[in-house]
């Protein structure tokens, strides 16, 4: 499918946008090399740690060192690429045999691994396996609410129920759903899809264009319950990764569905991100934390530019420039001032967070990367489409 870019950028702004995808087809070569049989996470000292363990296995982001590889070898052909983004597909096949210890992150999970290595290269075994591990993502739809769960329980010490839990996260799983329909020609995959996203248009996202993280519903009744602040700094805050995840989820269910409700959404979401970006152009962890400690959250500015990018593909001419400007300031900010291109340090963006309540803040995500080579390549209609 490639990637679909239907805005035209300034001569001035595809230069830099050509400039910045050399540096990251540079850095990455030797990044490569360093992790070819490891599922990085966090950069510690500048080298990725490796989450290719019993307990780590699972975790939701082992995907997109994989994804980082596949959107690497959509742009240079490099076979090389593909056989380390295949090293993940095959490791999470003990994944899938443990089935009932996944929450709901099997997208992430699978679109840029096995998904990805079917698309780019129509590999059998990949679609079989994308397409097992749909069935099992479909089946945590409880029909009660309409929506899909979230979490498991962690463990024997975990007391929290979290059986009726959907977070807004979940946005980037579903396109997992609609790839098993399109692949399957069977509409079920979809209709959860459908069903779930309609939920969270409703629950989650609040009248100002601002999400929710967590919604808990009866898994009985349906009925909501209440709402958490989940990763953010308090319930109703906006923890603003949680944002990027609203506004890219909206943007891809309008792409796989094409009703400009979603893209609507998706538009609404989109605005209130972009009355919220400071003047630094950074993006702190949560909109509506204190302004100390300033903690920030990279990796939610790289989300939400690729967010904004699809939007500028599906809107009006003159409607374009608004959400692409909005993404090149987001990226500009970060590649002058929070961007590593040392071939030595294994991460490029800097200063993401991974909740507001952790203590991992400021630090180099696997995934901040993923969305910042997604979004440069995306500026140039490069990459693949991994959603
Ligand atoms: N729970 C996924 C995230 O941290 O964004």
């Keep these: 499918m490639g990637q679909t870019k239907n805005f035209v950028l300034s001569a001035e702004n595809t230069a830099w946008a050509e400039e910045i995808a050399d540096k990251i087809l540079k850095k990455m070569e030797k990044v490569e090399e360093r992790n070819r ?16 363990t019993p307990e780590m296995r699972g975790w939701w982001t082992n995907g997109f060192w994989a994804g980082i590889m596949w959107q690497l070898y ?29 929450d709901h ?30 069935s099992i993502f479909s089946s945590r739809f409880n029909s009660n609410g309409n929506f899909i769960r979230a979490w498991n329980t962690w463990g024997p010490n975990d007391t929290v129920d979290k059986t009726g839990w959907a977070i807004i996260d979940c946005m980037m799983n ?16 979809r209709e959860v899809a459908i069903r779930h996203t309609n939920t969270v248009m409703k629950e989650f996202i609040r009248p100002d264009g601002s999400s929710n993280h967590i919604v808990s519903f009866d898994p009985y009744t349906g009925e909501k319950i209440e709402t958490f602040g989940g990763q953010g700094y308090e319930n109703g805050s906006s923890w603003t990764r949680g944002q990027g995840w609203a506004l890219y989820g909206f943007a891809l269910a309008y792409i796989h569905t094409k009703n400009p409700e979603y893209l609507d959404t998706a538009k609404r979401v989109a605005h209130y991100f972009i009355a919220n ?15 100390e400690p300033a903690w920030e959250d990279s990796s939610a500015a790289c ?85």
């Design 37 to 52: 049989e490891a599922i990085p996470y966090m950069p510690h000292d500048g080298r990725y740690n490796n989450y290719n």
């Design 74 to 102: 959509a742009v240079t052909g490099n076979e090389r690429y593909a056989e380390t983004a295949r090293f993940t597909e095959e490791v999470f096949d003990q994944c899938i045999e443990h089935y009932e210890r996944l």
């Design 105 to 134: 992150d099997m997208g992430f999970m699978w679109l840029h691994t096995a998904v990805a290595d079917y698309r780019l290269t129509k590999n059998e075994k990949s679609r079989t396996r994308g397409l097992h591990v749909a």
């Design 174 to 189: 579903v396109p997992l759903l609609h790839w098993a329909s399109d692949e399957t020609h069977d509409p079920r995959f």
């Design 277 to 291: 970006i400071p003047e630094s152009g950074l993006i702190p962890i949560d909109f509506r934390a204190p302004k």
């Design 303 to 387: 989300i939400a530019a690729c967010g904004l990018l699809e939007i500028a593909n599906y809107v009006p001419e003159y409607e374009k420039d608004c959400y692409v400007n909005a993404a090149l300031r987001l990226l500009k900010a970060l590649v002058e001032k929070r961007s590593n291109w040392d071939e030595n340090v294994d991460n490029i963006i800097e200063n993401c967070g991974v909740a507001y309540h952790s203590d991992e803040h400021n630090v180099g995500l696997i995934y901040g990367d993923y969305f910042f080579i997604e979004a440069i390549f995306k500026l140039l209609g490069k990459g693949e489409f991994l959603w």
